[in-house]
């Protein structure tokens, strides 16, 4: 008798292609210097290089320190200063390897896995790829994993707002007497924030035309808040300052700030800026930062992207429980799927989610959980028997 032995090669998790998986996601391009990126978030390029000579495509770092779980995808993906380190690497050209060290090698000879562009779906159904050939963008996708209004609203240029330290608004303070800037939601003009100045906005819908600020400001957000900023507004956030929640248009940060939001550009540029304090997301065509940059997905009571560092059991029968759990704030989940089906959350607190195997879940199952950010999948399967 001949007995044959056969090895199984492992296979590494696959790309998290959802928009809420991604704590940096451009259309063309990123540039980013000694990033430290601490969550299992991901950082991508939605574009191919469609020449040698194009700028489209890029994904270049310098000395980052990207967390266990995270992933790194980008068509031409490079790394220009030794020292780094990342946990997985999706790519397809770029050059050596020798600069960065990668945690969980691929299956390609360089230690990186293969990456099949574009990573975002035709998210507006019009037959049109995210990005077709001669890095051709369908902006049209973007805005609709970004959650923007149609038709989008125009912001009212004779209502402007200027707020200096120590005051309430100019008026319509909803909370006046505090020494802030208690904001309504409204359709308003350009805000400004001189230095010192303070801003909370009272949740919900607002309109600008564009928000700037001085130094050693505080932006914050009493509850949920989404800021829409039409063309060709945009986000202008100088030295030291505090900013949350949700922005769009030109958004640029300056140093030792600490940001914490969703910022949607889908047609320009983000600035990141250096020693900044960066929590949720970055969405635009391109994404640059000068150094030092520390980045998080989600913190505790932020109200972003509900990512998840595990769950446990590995292997599960339907009916049991499987437990979701990560230094993320996991109060935002609003449901959470496993092999595409909707399972039945039986506990649910800010540190952990239990959730039961629903009917119908079986073999390697994707685990993957909901929130008003979008949808955050886990690297790794679960094996339901």
Same mark, same amino acid.
């Given at each position: 008798?001949?007995?044959?032995?056969?090895?199984?090669?492992?296979?590494?998790?696959?790309?998290?292609?959802?928009?809420?998986?991604?704590?940096?996601?451009?259309?063309?391009?990123?540039?980013?210097?000694?990033?430290?990126?601490?969550?299992?978030?991901?950082?991508?390029?939605?574009?191919?290089?469609?020449?040698?000579?194009?700028?489209?495509?890029?994904?270049?770092?310098?000395?980052?320190?990207?967390?266990?779980?995270?992933?790194?995808?980008?068509?031409?993906?490079?790394?220009?200063?030794?020292?780094?380190?990342?946990?997985?690497?999706?790519?397809?050209?770029?050059?050596?390897?020798?600069?960065?060290?990668?945690?969980?090698?691929?299956?390609?000879?360089?230690?990186?896995?293969?990456?099949?562009?574009?990573?975002?779906?035709?998210?507006?159904?019009?037959?049109?790829?995210?990005?077709?050939?001669?890095?051709?963008?369908?902006?049209?996708?973007?805005?609709?994993?970004?959650?923007?209004?149609?038709?989008?609203?125009?912001?009212?240029?004779?209502?402007?707002?200027?707020?200096?330290?120590?005051?309430?608004?100019?008026?319509?303070?909803?909370?006046?007497?505090?020494?802030?800037?208690?904001?309504?939601?409204?359709?308003?003009?350009?805000?400004?924030?001189?230095? @010192?100045?303070?801003? &909370?906005?009272?949740?919900? #819908? +607002?309109?600008?035309? %564009?928000?700037?600020? =001085?130094?050693? !400001? *505080?932006?914050?957000?009493?509850?949920?808040?989404?800021?829409?900023?039409?063309?060709?507004?945009?986000?202008?956030?100088?030295?030291?300052?505090?900013?949350?929640?949700?922005?769009?248009?030109?958004?640029?940060?300056?140093?030792?700030?600490?940001?914490?939001?969703?910022?949607?550009?889908?047609?320009?540029?983000?600035?990141?800026?250096?020693?900044?304090?960066?929590?949720?997301?970055?969405?635009?065509?391109?994404?640059?930062?000068?150094?030092?940059?520390?980045?998080?997905?989600?913190?505790? @009571?932020?109200?972003? &992207?509900?990512?998840?560092? #595990? +769950?446990?059991?590995? %292997?599960?029968?339907? =009916?049991?429980? !499987? *437990?979701?759990?990560?230094?993320?704030?996991?109060?935002?989940?609003?449901?959470?799927?496993?092999?595409?089906?909707?399972?039945?959350?039986?506990?649910?607190?800010?540190?952990?989610?239990?959730?039961?195997?629903?009917?119908?879940?079986?073999?390697?199952?994707?685990?993957?959980?909901?929130?008003?950010?979008?949808?955050?999948?886990?690297?790794?399967?679960?094996?339901?028997?």
């Amino acid at each position: 008798m001949l007995l044959l032995a056969a090895t199984l090669a492992h296979a590494n998790p696959p790309l998290r292609r959802a928009l809420g998986s991604y704590f940096v996601f451009a259309e063309e391009s990123v540039h980013l210097k000694n990033l430290n990126l601490v969550d299992a978030c991901n950082i991508g390029v939605n574009c191919a290089q469609p020449n040698s000579s194009s700028q489209c495509g890029i994904a270049n770092f310098q000395d980052p320190t990207l967390g266990d779980g995270s992933q790194v995808a980008g068509d031409q993906s490079s790394f220009t200063q030794a020292g780094g380190s990342i946990y997985q690497l999706f790519r397809n050209g770029g050059g050596p390897l020798t600069n960065v060290q990668v945690r969980l090698p691929g299956s390609q000879p360089d230690g990186s896995d293969p990456l099949s562009l574009p990573i975002l779906d035709d998210l507006d159904g019009d037959s049109v790829p995210s990005c077709g050939s001669n890095c051709t963008i369908d902006a049209g996708d973007l805005e609709k994993g970004c959650g923007f209004p149609v038709p989008f609203p125009a912001c009212n240029a004779g209502a402007p707002i200027t707020v200096t330290a120590n005051a309430d608004c100019p008026s319509g303070d909803t909370q006046p007497g505090n020494s802030r800037c208690d904001l309504a939601p409204g359709v308003y003009g350009d805000l400004k924030v001189l230095n @010192g100045g303070a801003v &909370s906005f009272n949740g919900g #819908s +607002f309109v600008l035309c %564009s928000i700037q600020t =001085g130094k050693s !400001v *505080t932006i914050t957000a009493a509850a949920a808040t989404t800021i829409d900023i039409p063309p060709p507004g945009g986000v202008v956030i100088s030295d030291q300052g505090t900013f949350g929640q949700q922005g769009g248009g030109l958004v640029n940060f300056g140093k030792a700030a600490r940001i914490v939001g969703t910022f949607c550009a889908p047609e320009t540029d983000i600035a990141l800026g250096h020693g900044n304090q960066l929590t949720g997301q970055f969405i635009a065509d391109t994404v640059h930062s000068d150094v030092n940059n520390q980045g998080r997905c989600c913190s505790a @009571g932020s109200g972003l &992207s509900a990512c998840f560092n #595990s +769950f446990s059991p590995t %292997s599960a029968h339907v =009916g049991d429980t !499987v *437990t979701l759990a990560g230094t993320c704030d996991l109060g935002p989940v609003t449901g959470v799927t496993i092999c595409g089906i909707a399972a039945t959350i039986t506990s649910h607190t800010s540190g952990e989610v239990k959730v039961t195997v629903p009917a119908g879940a079986s073999g390697a199952c994707a685990v993957a959980a909901q929130s008003s950010a979008g949808e955050f999948t886990s690297l790794g399967t679960l094996t339901v028997s």
